[in-house]
């Protein structure tokens, strides 16, 4: 169902040059400008998103190695999509940056290397521009494109003669180096975001030769390693599923954020017994006290306000929602006791973010951004 408003004023950010200069933090939608007028837009602030627009492209848009969902061009894109306000020489731009991460993936999976995180992850790779192409209202050969690399990467890789993941990377989130190499299995940079793509992608009608496949493989994997951030060698090697690690339960990393990708690979699927373990997996942990003594903040990413919209996402999706009530009511009380403690003023890490969530609306569908909807 299409939840964009009807038209409208939109904001314009002028004609600001596309880059492949290193470009100011504003355009990150993580923290800066662009991502703060993710909750103007929402508001009906049109204002001040043409403000926070303005300010995000001053100094040209990236188009360069690291522009992403969630930096320069593909980040722009989204924010005037939630307006009806995508302009061609932004969309032209991303479908530049499409192309070459796609290329650059291709020359690495032709020479046998292992993939570097940043190549598919939801924040700074494919699974992130997967999203975004999904939400244009023509779905291009470029975005079947993307969700066949997707799809490839269920494909065993190799490792030193032995089999591992084709998501297997051999460095973390920051490149720093992981001796052996690890599988990821957060939603922001691990598997649980092309789970998650790629069963949205099946929900809206695309699909490519593969990705039905792809989704059981992804939703394997995490059924037996889910219950940890990130899968080394040695538990590959392990007789018995890795137990469950006291972490921090969040969006990003943890079982909450694996459950709603899980959740909505059933969907996909039509598999009763995924969805209503995956549904009683957030219920499960949203309701103990011993998990929540582990959440420290309120933002989006990792703390109070990601919670509350990925429980709310659920019980939408859920036959019995009634169920989610008293868990979205909690959440909701405690962010609202914390979020103006945020010291930072943006989406994913500040008082945007939770304000989008404490809120409780997705008028504009600005959720899409992380793989909750």
């Not at 009906?44 to 926070?52: E, F, I, K």
């Amino acid at each position: 169902m299409d939840r964009r408003p009807g038209p409208q004023p939109r904001p314009s950010p002028g004609s600001p040059p596309m880059t492949t200069t290193t470009a100011p933090r504003t355009q990150d939608l993580s923290e800066g400008a662009l991502g703060m007028a993710l909750l103007d837009i929402e508001r009906g602030d049109l204002r001040t998103a043409r403000h926070h627009l303005a300010q995000a492209v001053t100094q040209g848009v990236s188009t360069g190695s690291n522009a992403s969902l969630f930096h320069g061009a593909p980040a722009l894109e989204f924010v005037l999509t939630l307006v009806q306000a995508t302009r061609s020489d932004v969309r032209e731009a991303v479908d530049r940056v499409v192309d070459a991460r796609l290329a650059a993936a291709r020359r690495r999976q032709a020479s046998g290397a292992l993939p570097h995180l940043a190549e598919w992850d939801l924040i700074r790779g494919l699974t992130g521009l997967a999203a975004l192409l999904l939400t244009r209202s023509t779905h291009t050969a470029r975005l079947t494109d993307v969700l066949t690399y997707l799809v490839s990467l269920s494909h065993p890789a190799q490792l030193q003669g032995r089999k591992v993941p084709g998501w297997w990377s051999p460095s973390g989130p920051d490149e720093e180096d992981v001796p052996g190499g690890h599988g990821n299995n957060g939603m922001a940079h691990g598997v649980a975001g092309p789970l998650a793509v790629l069963s949205l992608a099946l929900r809206a009608g695309v699909s490519v030769p593969g990705q039905v496949t792809a989704v059981g493989t992804f939703a394997a994997w995490l059924d037996r390693h889910g219950a940890r951030y990130w899968t080394t060698l040695q538990d590959l090697d392990a007789a018995r599923p890795p137990e469950q690690q006291p972490v921090r339960q969040s969006w990003c990393y943890g079982q909450p954020g694996i459950s709603r990708a899980q959740q909505l690979a059933a969907l996909a699927l039509e598999d009763t017994a995924r969805r209503q373990t995956a549904e009683d997996t957030v219920e499960r942990i949203l309701t103990d006290p011993l998990q929540f003594a582990r959440i420290t903040d309120s933002t989006l990413c990792h703390g109070w306000a990601g919670l509350l919209a990925l429980a709310r996402a659920v019980a939408a999706d859920s036959p019995t929602p009634e169920r989610f009530a008293p868990v979205i009511q909690d959440l909701r009380r405690r962010l609202a006791a914390d979020w103006e403690q945020l010291p930072k003023p943006g989406f994913m890490e500040g008082r945007a973010g939770a304000q989008l969530a404490l809120d409780g609306t997705d008028t504009t569908g600005w959720t899409r951004v992380l793989l909750l909807t």
